[in-house]
């Protein structure tokens, strides 16, 4: 049988650790958390943007359901870095989400991932389904086949297993562990998911901010949680 047996060293000062919370809600009245239900896919769950510690999910992460498992996990991996051309053979994102693509779906697929955006930045938001043949984990250029359609910069990039879907994200405060103090992925309850309250606009994407200017999926992303949750948002008040 295995023994945990981790090695302590002796007295003294360490290393500083660092953590920073993160405020999103506008105010404390009216939370609402989906207890007790909510288990987090720890192996699927990865915060590509928090740099130095990709297994910590910061406040603000989007949470969606994966339809196989009925775990969850982050909505979104990626978000376009230029705009997309109907008859493109590549899409662009962050090393760091290509990364984090390479290590989900792997180097190529069909349909596997989704790209959800507009073609412009007040168009109509559609999720795309495409294939993909090759991820760059160096220049953050996914190889693709022709997605049929024109894709606005800022269009996210997700996996295509039902998490897609945003039905809450992770509550104020301290970043989310998903991994035990050896590095392994571990599933676990998420009493900190929150699925209502009065969000503050600026506040709630720490990882792929949807610019101001794309209204078209900042109204798309409001509708998809007002599916599945109460919610209002500060900038609908001018706040």
Known sequence: MAIYNPTIGLPGIGSDQTATP?????????????????????????????????DKLRA???????????LWAPCFVGVLASAYTSGGTSLTVSAAQAVELDRLVGGSGTAELLAIGAPTATGTVVATAFDHSAINVTTGVLTVTSLGVNKHADTLIAVNDGRQVPRGFIRDGYPVKVTDSSGVSVDQLLPGLLVGGFVDYGQQLPALAVPTTNTSLVAYIKVQLRLNGTWLFSDDFGV
């Open 22 to 54: 993160r405020r999103i809600l506008q105010q404390k009245d009216g939370e609402i958390y989906l207890a007790n239900s909510a288990i987090l896919d720890g192996s699927e769950s990865r915060d590509s943007g928090n740099t130095g510690d990709l």
């Open 60 to 70: 603000g992460t989007f949470m969606g359901i994966i339809t196989a498992s009925g």
